[in-house]
């Protein structure tokens, strides 16, 4: 099974206590939702309690010329150079993948994946 081993957990981030470390965190459109900075700081310490030191950090978010919205919500859109400043010097910015998402309605919108090392 290539699933085994996985430890999913379902719940509202910003209230998140990590029982542990993990070696992979994945999130797929979460980040760039959080507008305010105190989410932001909330979600970066919840990420530093939560990813062990050399552990992957993997974060799908609109790119720069992506939506301002997304489903009636504003978003935040970042490139390289606005992870790096969210993230700091507590993880390293190892790729970057831009992404043409299809929705299901028919319209593309451009996200970016970004792939970190806690340090």
């Known amino acids: 099974n290539p699933l085994r081993g996985v430890h999913w957990i379902e719940c509202d981030l910003l209230h998140f206590e990590p029982e542990r470390r993990y070696d992979l965190w994945h999130d797929r459109a979460l980040f760039h939702f959080m ?18 030191p050399g552990g992957h950090v993997i974060i799908a978010t609109f790119a720069i010329d992506g939506p301002e919205q ?8 970042y490139d390289a150079d606005a992870v790096r400043e969210e993230f700091g010097d507590g993880y390293r910015l190892e790729s970057e993948q831009p992404e043409s998402h299809l929705t299901p309605g028919g319209t593309v919108q451009k996200f970016t994946y970004f792939r970190l090392r806690r340090l």
Request: net charge positive.
């Open 35 to 52: 507008t305010g900075e105190r989410q932001r700081a909330a979600y970066r310490r919840i990420l530093d309690k939560a990813v062990a």
């Open 70 to 77: 997304c489903s009636g919500l504003p978003v935040r859109r």
